[in-house]
């Protein structure tokens, strides 16, 4: 993987690419991540695709931009990133938060999209609790409290019977949210919070799509999935039945096998 900073548009963003492939997937992070935590499950489709991985702005070393990051804006960034890498056409993966990227580019950028992959992800926009949550998530940083997040938020992600063989990992993802901006958290939570609904958008959209759930996912549960999954019939849908939030991470093969089957 090469990595260096383009601009897309008037944003400088931090990228990855192995360069090789005619068929090209971009991975996008969460929330609280960066490119960074593709770096294994790269290697399961590089030899099959070029993959290209973005540190959306206000995560990992890519610029804060403004006090709101709207996912319209990172949708803008992607696009905009692809086109100076010179990559026409793209099927796109997004982790949770990286999914609400992937839904705005579907509806922004149709014309670009082979596919998105939605992993760990909603078409949904937030209940008033769940933004509530988020705002109570911004004065914990306001306070200087971000420590909170990465003692909580790393287990969370991952499935009780994967916890204590994750554990590297887990440290791993607490470090990158200790190394986040505050400003960057804070724009995400705010974008995360104004984002709308697009679960009819993308049913019919016409793009080919897949939702890939963790059986064990604490953030999506079961429940909320198959009330997806019912109401979007033409997408396809991929279980991973030992997974959390961080199916990449817990199952990366089948993972890696239910997204090369969308490229």
Known sequence: ???KFIMAGSTPVHV??????????????GYLESMLVWDEFISLLKDSVRVVVIDLPGHGVSVVNGEVHTMEYLAECVAEAMKALGIDRYSVVGHS??????????ELYPSSLNSV???????????????????????LIKAGKKNTLARLVPHAGFAPENVARMKDYI???SEL???TEDEGVIAI?????????????LRDSGIP????????????????????IAQDPVARVVWLEHSGHMGFYEEPELCAEAILSMV
């Open 97 to 106: 938060m990286g999914g609400y990227v992937a839904l705005a580019m579907a």
């Open 209 to 228: 799509h897949m939702f890939i759930f963790g059986r064990h996912d604490y953030y999506i549960p079961v429940d909320v999935a198959e009330q997806m």
């Open 1 to 3: 993987m090469t990595e």
């Open 16 to 29: 990855a690419d192995s360069g090789k492939g005619e068929r090209c997937v971009v991975l996008l992070h």
């Open 189 to 201: 939570l705010g974008g995360m919070i104004q984002r709308k609904d697009r679960g009819v958008m």
């Open 177 to 179: 949210i200790l190394i």
């Open 117 to 139: 992959v939605l992993l760990s992800s909603t078409t949904s926009a937030d209940s008033q609790e769940k933004c509530d949550r988020r705002r109570r998530e911004i004065e």
């Open 171 to 173: 440290e791993d993802i």
